[in-house]
């Protein structure tokens, strides 16, 4: 139980156009969901939190006009960067919370979207 | 603020053996949460064990082991018997405390690259 898929996999685009990375929680509700972006061989950084059906909560410094992120539903999130530039090329990694016991403990992680802006 | 720090970017273990990954947090929250996660080169997050702060006895999952020392602040993973799996990054993260209005958010340490030698 508790997975978390993220589509797609991996992603090419040209710089200046736009890309969406959805986030999906397959067998639980997902309360709060989060997104990180994680550079080559550094850590985890979160970029922001998103409850559903509310506007996402996004960490200092990060640009909310460039990374959309859109929670419709308990069970998927979404997030969009607009018109993407090479250094936003990065691993993208979501997490979801659920609503009760261990589920709400834990994050649960995607697998993560490698973005690679050409 | 919260604070992450893993102090060993990369450690080797001999197969069988047991390693120490260390950690060391900071914060002035009473109640948080502690995690080790470990990353494989497939970029994937996998949840290993939790400690909370209120809990009496060291977390064990397994092989794996947290070496809980709240005065100290130090949260140390202990896998035992290494195995050429275990090699991978090592991410300890800390998550503040469950009360209205947390945003139960993880902050990550930098990482330790763990490689274990057959």
């Known amino acids: 139980g508790a997975v978390v898929s993220q589509h797609p996999s991996w992603v090419i685009c040209k710089s200046g156009t736009s890309v969406k990375i959805e986030c999906r929680s397959l067998?639980?509700?997902?309360?709060?969901m989060f997104w990180y972006r994680q550079f080559p061989k550094q850590s985890l950084m979160l970029m922001a939190t998103?409850?559903?059906?509310?506007?996402?909560?996004?960490e200092q410094g990060v640009e909310k006009d460039k990374f959309l992120i859109n929670h419709a539903s308990l069970t998927l999130s979404t997030l969009t960067v607009t018109s993407a530039h090479p250094e936003d090329s990065s691993f993208y990694i979501c997490?979801?919370?659920?609503?009760?016991?261990?589920?709400?403990?834990?994050?649960?992680f995607g697998p993560g979207t490698r973005l690679t802006v050409t | 603020a919260q604070k992450i720090t893993q102090t060993q970017p990369g450690m080797f273990v001999q197969e069988k053996e047991a390693v120490t990954l260390d950690c060391t947090y900071d914060?002035?929250?009473?109640?948080?949460?502690l995690f080790w996660y470990k990353q494989p080169s497939s970029g994937e997050m996998i949840f290993l064990i939790y400690?909370?702060?209120?809990?009496?006895q060291n977390a064990t999952e397994g092989r794996y082991s947290l070496n809980f020392q709240k005065a100290r602040k130090s949260a140390n993973l202990v896998i035992s018997a290494s195995q050429l799996g275990d090699s991978a990054m090592y991410f300890c993260?800390?998550?503040?405390?469950?009360?209205?209005?947390?945003?139960?958010?993880?902050?990550f340490g930098s990482g330790t690259r763990l490689l274990v030698r057959p």
């Open positions: 997490s979801a919370r659920g609503t009760s016991g261990r589920l709400s403990v834990e994050q649960y």
């Open positions: 400690q909370g702060s209120y809990d009496q």
């Open positions: 993260a800390m998550r503040e405390g469950r009360r209205l209005g947390s945003s139960y958010k993880l902050i």
């Open positions: 067998d639980f509700q997902a309360t709060t």
């Open positions: 914060t002035s929250d009473p109640s948080y949460g």
């Open positions: 998103s409850n559903e059906g509310s506007k996402a909560t996004y």
